[in-house]
């Protein structure tokens, strides 16, 4: 991906084929894991975009404490991808389920807040 011409093209093509006559499976795990981190690069990025809109009025220090039970340092590394530990943090499948419930209960209270006079 990061070659300049198709010189440097030819020359990954040759070592990656190289690599195959010697080890096939380990170039396709390799490959495998790849893709795989990219997968998960961008369903950081569409989360991220997601909530980009209620970001700016969403407290995320509440939504970590409160649903979570966790700091919002915590949720705050997951919501931008920052690397922990050296690798990217990441929401499992529960903890996205959490976040949905979290942003539906905070929308239900808004929906239902009424402030008379």
């Not at 893709?35 to 961008?42: A, T």
């Not at 990025?45 to 915590?74: C, T, V």
Request: aromatic fraction near 6%.
């Amino acid at each position: 991906m990061n070659a300049k011409n198709e010189e440097e093209k030819e020359a990954v093509r040759k070592e990656i084929a190289e690599l195959c006559d010697e080890d096939a499976m380990k170039v396709a795990s390799v490959a495998t894991e790849q893709i795989q981190e990219s997968i998960d690069e961008i369903n950081g990025i569409i989360i991220r975009r997601q909530l980009e809109d209620i970001l700016q009025f969403m407290s995320l220090a509440y939504i970590a404490k409160q649903y979570f039970g966790k700091s919002r340092q915590w949720l705050y590394q997951r919501v931008n991808g920052t690397i922990v530990n050296g690798k990217p943090a990441r929401f499992t499948n529960q903890e996205i389920d959490i976040l949905n419930a979290a942003i539906q209960d905070m929308g239900n209270r808004l929906l239902s807040t009424k402030v008379v006079a």
